[in-house]
């Protein structure tokens, strides 16, 4: 089982960057690749980004080079490095674990959450 804690989320600016950690507790941390997702009120859960557990990057097209997602399997955390930051990326953003090495973008193929925290940009 993988326990996942998020950090890093505030308020910033437009055009700003906010850099959010995701620390998981357990020693199989390695083996799940992981996922970035957000949500905001009445929406559904939105992905934003995905590594593998060797550290291969994914994201949906529209991120267009403003996130990189990043991990370090010796401190089991998982980072979202957002830049340009817009209103539009206000969201709840939650981390993500998946214990199947297929490219998943939907929520319901993760098996851990985290709690979420909440980014906010204002303009």
């Known amino acids: 089982q993988v326990q996942l804690v998020e950090s890093g989320g505030g308020l910033v600016q437009a055009g700003g960057s906010l850099t959010l950690s995701c620390a998981a507790s357990?020693?199989?941390?390695?083996?799940?690749?992981m996922g970035w997702f957000r949500q905001t009120p009445g929406k559904e859960r939105e992905f934003v980004a995905r590594?593998?557990?060797?550290?291969?990057?994914y994201y949906p097209g529209w991120v267009k080079g403003r996130f990189t997602i990043s991990r370090d399997n010796a401190k089991n955390v998982v980072s979202l490095q957002m830049n340009n930051l817009t209103p539009e990326d206000t969201a709840v953003y939650y981390c993500?674990?998946?214990?199947?090495?297929?490219?998943?973008?939907?929520?319901?193929?993760?098996?851990?959450w985290g709690q979420g925290t909440q980014v906010t940009v204002f303009s």
């Open positions: 590594i593998s557990r060797s550290g291969n990057p």
């Open positions: 993500a674990a998946d214990g199947s090495i297929i490219i998943h973008t939907w929520p319901r193929d993760y098996e851990y």
């Open positions: 357990g020693r199989t941390f390695s083996t799940y690749d």
